[in-house]
């Protein structure tokens, strides 16, 4: 017996879903031995985990508050995938959106309408985090240059320049040493929903759905389905690769920079440090968790956001590390990316005799 | 080095097994990686410290002075180096001469620029993509015990830096030639120390703006090197890099 692949002409339905949902079961078990080596008992972990990220309104609400940001950079992420434009730039797309928003909060309250100051502020968040990564994608166009390592240098730049402004000059006079900006003024406040559980959750729900029926219904999703799987045959269709590229990465990374504005708007009304935790991270899994399905992400989200909350609350009572939550989020990758085999191919066990291998024929 | 051996054995599995993407495999190694010694550095470490491992002093390498190259002026420094330094002396000639001089280095490029020509000539594509991933995990696993151990005595969270990603930009620099990768790391080492000496010099440029540099000169150098490239026609990547290799395709 021997096992041959075979390229799926279809990408399996099934397959799509169970893999994820096997994945998340294999990534919980292999945390479980490593939880047991450690000397805790991984089924009381796991209790305490999701007793922390749901079982109450407040749990709840943090673990949307993380699940907004998740949601948006991992549809921004999804989004450059479908084309094969490796966007690992979410991260400092979405601080650069948030230094963005912040100065139009913190500077132009004199010369905007209260009323237009939050728009205001997204807008240019979302404007920022377009050229951070339009940047990449036109040196990955014109150039060829490799968007990889591109998107994620310009991270660590992004970063830098924001510790750069809340520690210098946009550092709060009265903050009495405290690293951060001034608070923004009330109008430049998104409001909350419930607990810090604000309305940028409607916003990363209706984009999820909007982007769905734009790669799905429209002329331009189609074009950008035809790039990604294949750039030779949308250059037969006469489609304009390069500038639906270049479109579709400032989309995303408008998309991580909104994240950034939400942060900044809606949780800690200024710029300060931990404006993201490795959300944009974390959105490659959620990216990846959701088949690139813009649907899914939302819901991914959810769960890998409990999965940081849920950390959080052991590393409180139970004096775990809760860098445990991205120890988790890790395993998950990699059955996944295991199980993306079982999509793409059709796995047959067939004898070695070759004549019983020809017999076996196509379905 | 045992750590980066198994690592890349997964990473290996994953691409030329599983057929994965290969990209998106090292990315969740990465993402693995960081979080599992985050996780460990507050796991490890004696109870004294609380388990964590951060701000403990590492037993270290120390210098070894080779007596009488040492003294050579600027040049001597090179023999004022711990153990793993001198390894690297060793490993870059012994790298070239292994894949351009001997008979499995030529069988290394072949799979790298054509497997299935490599494939028909004998070679077996998968187990050597398996042995020189493992390797090369072993030696970047290497990299990472001297940032530890000796180039900073201790861990701390994020002790990388992003390094394991700017030698990817190194590589193209160096046109996939050991030899060239000298030059390479004593570019982007030369950066390093601008930096620091900028830093200690007390200049008006603000910290974080030195501390961009590295990650600035890399993407400095991938779009100079890319360029040059397309210009010259001259390139030193493998036709096959990042590809997966599937024999029923033939």
Redesign the interface.
């Known amino acids: 017996m021997s096992l041959v692949f075979e390229k799926r002409k279809n990408i399996s339905k099934s397959a799509l879903v169970v893999v994820p949902a096997l994945s998340f079961i294999v990534s919980l078990i292999l945390t479980g031995i490593v939880l047991a080596v450690f000397g805790a008992n991984p089924f009381t972990t796991y209790a305490a985990m999701f007793h922390g990220a749901f079982g109450s309104l407040y749990g709840f609400g943090e673990t949307l508050v993380k699940a907004i940001p998740l949601s948006l950079t991992g549809l921004g992420v999804a989004l450059a995938f479908r084309l094969k434009f490796w966007n690992i730039g979410a991260e400092g797309q979405l601080t650069l959106g948030g230094v963005a928003a912040a100065g139009m909060a913190l500077f132009w309250g004199k010369n905007i309408p209260p009323a237009l100051l939050l728009p205001a502020a997204i807008a240019a968040g979302s404007l920022a985090g377009a050229l951070l990564a339009g940047l990449p994608a036109i040196l990955k166009t014109r150039l060829k240059v490799d968007e990889t390592l591109v998107t994620l240098m310009l991270n660590y730049v992004a970063i830098l320049f924001s510790e750069y402004l809340y520690y210098g000059p946009w550092r709060d006079p009265k903050g009495y040493g405290f690293p951060g900006s001034a608070l923004f003024p009330e109008a430049a406040w998104l409001p909350r929903v419930f607990g810090r559980a604000h309305f940028g959750m409607y916003f990363a729900a209706a984009l999820a759905i909007l982007l769905f029926i734009i790669l799905k219904r429209t002329r331009w999703g189609f074009e950008l389905t035809i790039i990604g799987n294949s750039p030779k045959a949308a250059r037969y269709q006469g489609i304009g690769v390069e500038r639906n590229i270049v479109l579709a990465i400032l989309l995303s990374g408008a998309i991580s920079g909104m994240a950034g504005a939400f942060e900044v708007t809606a949780i800690s009304h200024r710029l300060q440090q931990g404006l993201s935790l490795g959300y944009g991270f974390t959105a490659i899994i959620i990216a990846w968790m959701s088949q690139l399905n813009p649907l899914a992400v939302p819901f991914v989200a959810i769960l890998m956001a409990g999965i940081l909350v849920g950390g959080d609350q052991v590393q409180l009572m139970m004096g775990l590390p809760a860098a445990m939550g991205s120890v988790m989020q890790g395993l998950i990758l990699f059955p996944l990316l295991a199980g993306s085999l079982f999509t793409e191919f059709r796995i047959r066990r067939v004898r070695k005799e070759p004549k019983f291998a020809c017999v076996e024929g196509e379905k | 080095m045992a750590i980066g051996a198994t690592m890349a054995a997964?990473h290996a599995?994953?691409t030329v097994t599983?057929?994965?993407?290969q990209?998106?495999?090292g990315?969740?190694i990465t993402?693995?990686?960081?979080?599992?010694a985050?996780?460990l550095?507050?796991?490890l470490g004696p109870a004294t410290n609380n388990f964590r491992l951060v701000g403990l002093k590492a037993a270290r390498f120390t210098p070894i002075t080779i007596p009488g190259l040492s003294d050579i002026p600027v040049a001597g420094a090179l023999f004022r180096q711990d153990i793993i330094s001198y390894a690297v002396y060793l490993l870059i000639p012994l790298t070239w001469f292994y894949l351009y001089k001997t008979r499995p280095g030529l069988w290394l490029r072949s799979i790298g620029e054509d497997p299935q020509t490599a494939d028909a000539m004998g070679i077996d594509v998968v187990k050597s993509k398996y042995l020189y991933t493992i390797l090369g995990g072993a030696l970047i696993g290497l990299g990472g015990a001297h940032l530890s151990l000796s180039y900073t005595p201790g861990w701390s969270e994020n002790i990388t830096?992003?390094r394991g990603?700017?030698v990817?930009?190194l590589v193209?620099f160096s046109m996939w030639n050991p030899l060239r990768s000298i030059w390479g790391a004593l570019l982007f080492g030369g950066i390093n120390a601008v930096q620091f000496r900028l830093q200690a010099s007390g200049t008006n440029i603000?910290a974080?703006?030195l501390?961009?540099l590295p990650?600035?000169g890399?993407?400095a150098v991938?779009?100079l090197m890319?360029?040059w490239e397309?210009l010259s026609k001259k390139i030193g990547a493998p036709a096959a890099l990042g590809v997966a290799y599937?024999r029923?395709d033939k």
Do not use: K
């Not at chain 2, 599983?18 to 993407?21: H, L």
């Not at chain 2, 993402?31 to 599992?36: D, E, I, N, V, Y």
């Open positions: 997964l599995f994953l599983m057929r994965a993407n990209v998106v495999s990315l969740s993402l693995f990686g960081t979080g599992f985050s996780f550095g507050q796991r830096g992003g990603w700017i990817v930009a193209i603000p974080n703006f501390n961009m990650y600035l890399t993407i991938l779009v890319t360029w397309a599937m029923e």
